[in-house]
């Protein structure tokens, strides 16, 4: 079995990714932190290539290739940020590259992998396994597959965003991570870990769907069915095997946020901010509200971890009401 990655490789990704990811900024807000009562940092990757931290490791991992699996081609399965991640990446990289996306991926995720010269081959996300297709379409064609988060390199790539937030702002109490499968989460971890140990480390998953909470606190990975929440990027049934072995040994918990609980935080981004951010960008800043005073006076790392939302959707939310279903 592979092993996981440690935090010189989240430093080699980085040089990989100098000139290719954007160094997202990080922004701050006295009302935010007046009504939590702590210092907010937030790093914004809903501003990074195609919208999200995704193309971090997706670029990390194909620029690993060699010549044969550069001319063979790329696949992996995806709701949508990964899906154009790989896509974009594959682009740059003049790599061909095959998608699994689900037949109600948000339109303009789908649009945008499309665009990005991508083949899709839809599934149904509440009936088909989309990892056993990814792993069949490999075998026939001979394509390299690249999963979304369990994959040494992209957990690397994933990892350099928390890196780049504790450079900028310095050593922080506590980060508040997005969980869906863990590749985030898992490389934010080891960024933390090495530029800011005292830090405490929290995932944040969709109450609907909290996997990750059961398999830290079971200290074995759980499987569930698919859940169904607005988080469209954290409907995983599971984390993956190497995020959870750097998971389990690093992070001091995971805790969840109700759909409502992200729309709330959407509104926030949207007046306070100014910025938009998709659910499964909000469940940090959603873990951070349900805490509430127990990080008063605290200095807070929150990674938005994307903003690709189709615009209908997005204003049918923020005006309600609205359904998980969406």
């Known amino acids: 079995m592979p092993t996981p990655p440690s935090y010189a490789d989240v430093e080699s990704a980085a040089a990989r990714l100098d000139g290719q990811a954007h160094r997202t900024p990080v922004l701050t807000s006295r009302r935010v932190n007046g009504e939590i009562g702590a210092r907010l940092f937030f790093k914004c990757e809903n501003l990074q290539r195609m919208g999200a931290f995704k193309f971090r490791g997706a670029f990390n991992a194909l620029a690993r290739f060699d010549a044969g699996q550069r001319r063979a081609g790329v696949v992996t399965y995806s709701s949508g940020n990964h899906a154009q991640a790989v896509a974009l990446a594959a682009r740059i990289l003049g790599i ?5 996306m689900p037949h109600d991926a948000p339109a ?7 665009e990005y010269g991508a083949q899709i081959v839809g599934y149904d996300r509440y009936t088909e396994d989309r990892e056993e297709i990814g792993r069949e379409l490999a075998a026939e064609r001979g394509l390299t597959l690249v999963p979304p988060y369990d994959h040494a390199d992209v957990m690397a790539g994933q990892g350099t965003a928390a890196k780049e937030l504790f450079e900028d702002v310095g050593e922080l ?5 997005p969980l869906g499968g863990g590749g985030l989460l898992s490389g934010s971890t080891l960024a933390a870990r090495a530029l800011s140990p005292g830090c405490r480390v929290y995932g944040v998953e969709p109450e609907a ?5 059961q398999s830290l606190r079971g200290g074995a990975i759980v499987h569930i069915a698919t859940p169904r929440t607005i988080a469209d990027g954290a409907q995983t049934q599971h984390v993956g095997e190497l995020p959870f072995e750097i998971i ?9 946020a109700s759909d409502a609980e992200l729309v709330e935080a959407m509104r926030i981004f949207a007046a306070t901010m100014k910025i938009v ?4 960008g909000c469940l940090g800043f959603a873990g951070v509200r349900r805490l509430g005073r127990e990080v008063s006076g605290q200095r807070i790392g929150v990674i938005i ?3 690709n939302i189709d615009l209908d ?3 049918a939310m923020l005006a309600g009401p609205w359904s998980a279903r969406g």
């Not at 061909?96 to 699994?100: G, L, S």
């Not at 303009?108 to 499309?114: F, N, P, V």
């Not at 389990?248 to 969840?256: F, G, K, N, S, W």
């Not at 951010?277 to 499964?280: A, D, G, R, S």
């Open 96 to 100: 061909p590259a095959t998608i699994v």
């Open 108 to 114: 303009g995720k789908l649009a945008a992998t499309l």
């Open 173 to 177: 109490d506590a980060l508040f991570v």
């Open 209 to 213: 769907g909290d996997d990750g909470r």
């Open 248 to 256: 389990r040994r690093d992070v001091d918990d995971i805790l969840v």
């Open 277 to 280: 951010v998709e659910p499964t």
């Open 305 to 307: 971890s994307g903003g």
């Open 313 to 315: 959707r997005y204003a």
